[in-house]
């Protein structure tokens, strides 16, 4: 009696956690996108020039540079 | 988030295809686990303005230290830094200047962005558009 309940017990809880990685999975690294523009572009120290290039390439005109948190 | 729903709006009613906006997004808050949702970054989705995903806080850290070397223009007051991260924070580049190795001295800088949007907009209002864009 009780065997049977605990498996049931320990089979809901595991899926509940896979679904929880799951759902953290999609959020993490799903591709993020703003309609009809370019993907957000990852920076780390390795391609921080994607960032630099894009700004000297605008030197022509005004460049606003903002600093967000994303929550 | 109210940061990038003001320069959104800031970007629909001002003109000018020489224009470029630039968001970093960076880690700041005990939520910020993961890149912005596709739902955030539509806030703003002018063709003008390129999302970026700092997770390091490199753009952070480069611009930190332009503030206290006190080469940041001389306008603006202070923006918001936090346990040495600066956030929620606006930087205006006059044209003509470039990033060479460091971070670039802005024109204008403050924050946090609703509060200073509107001094953000007066200037981009008057700047002149450059020839031939």
């Given at each position: 009696m009780t065997a049977p309940r605990t498996k049931t017990l320990v089979v809901s809880l595991a899926t509940g956690i896979l679904?929880?990685?799951?759902?953290?999975?999609?959020?993490?690294?799903?591709?993020?996108?703003?309609?009809?523009?370019?993907?957000?572009?990852?920076?780390?120290?390795?391609?921080?020039?994607?960032?630099?290039?894009?700004?000297?390439?605008?030197?022509?005109?005004?460049?606003?540079?903002l600093l967000l948190s994303p929550t | 988030m109210g940061g990038a729903s003001a320069i959104g709006d800031v970007l629909r009613r001002t003109p000018g295809g020489s224009l470029r906006v630039f968001l970093v997004w960076e880690p700041v808050l005990a939520t910020d686990l993961s890149p912005p949702l596709p739902s955030v970054l539509a806030r703003v989705a002018d063709p003008r303005a390129r999302h970026f995903w700092d997770r390091g806080r490199l753009v952070s850290a480069g611009l930190l230290r332009v503030l206290e070397a006190g080469r940041a223009g001389g306008e603006g007051a202070d923006p918001p830094e936090q346990d040495g991260i600066v956030w929620d924070t606006v930087a205006v580049y006059p044209p003509g200047v470039v990033w060479g190795d460091a971070v670039p001295a802005p024109g204008y800088v403050d924050g946090p962005v609703v509060r200073v949007i509107e001094e953000v907009a007066r200037r981009l209002a008057s700047t002149p558009e450059a020839p031939g864009r």
């Open positions: 679904a929880l990685l799951a759902i953290g999975a999609y959020f993490y690294f799903a591709p993020r996108s703003a309609p009809g523009r370019p993907s957000l572009v990852h920076l780390d120290a390795g391609n921080i020039n994607a960032l630099r290039d894009d700004f000297n390439a605008a030197a022509g005109g005004t460049r606003v540079v | -």
